[in-house]
Nanobody
Framework: VQLQASGGGLVQPGGSLRLSCDAS????????IAWFRQAPGKDREFVAS????????YYADSTKDRFAISRDSAENTVFLQMNNLRPEDTAVYYC???????????????????WGQGTQVTVSS
């Protein structure tokens, strides 16, 4: 089972990036894919998630007005469009998937068994 995250980089404050998570290597019927991030010295935190069937989305309060998660079902890919980036968004971003994520746990990393390798996002002038 493999997830491939890509699209990170260095961007100035106020800039944008789009991350991609290729889930074509996941051979189970996952019901949700999520993005998490972890900054140096901090705990991993939830960013956003999407239900594979139906496309319902969920966001952290810190990202809901600036980030947008979407999916391309045909390509088994999930995107995270990040706008108006701030220095505090600097982190390694991970995508995660599982086939049994419930509504009560969709924001928790422990609900996801399958993880990608992470992509670095650095917001700095």
């Amino acid at each position: 089972v493999q997830l491939q995250a890509s699209g990170g980089g260095l961007v100035q404050p106020g800039g944008s990036l789009r991350l991609s998570c290729d889930a074509s290597g996941v051979t189970l019927d996952y019901n949700a894919i999520a993005w998490f991030r972890q900054a140096p010295g901090k705990d991993r935190e939830f960013v956003a998630s999407i239900r594979w069937s139906g496309g319902t989305t969920y966001y952290a309060d810190s990202t809901k007005d600036r980030f947008a998660i979407s999916r391309d079902s045909a390509e088994n890919t999930v995107f995270l469009q990040m706008n108006n980036l701030r220095p505090e968004d600097t982190a390694v971003y991970y995508c995660a998937a599982d086939n049994a994520v419930g509504l009560a746990t969709i924001r928790f990393g422990s609900a996801y068994k399958y993880w990608g390798q992470g992509t670095q996002v650095t917001v700095s002038s």
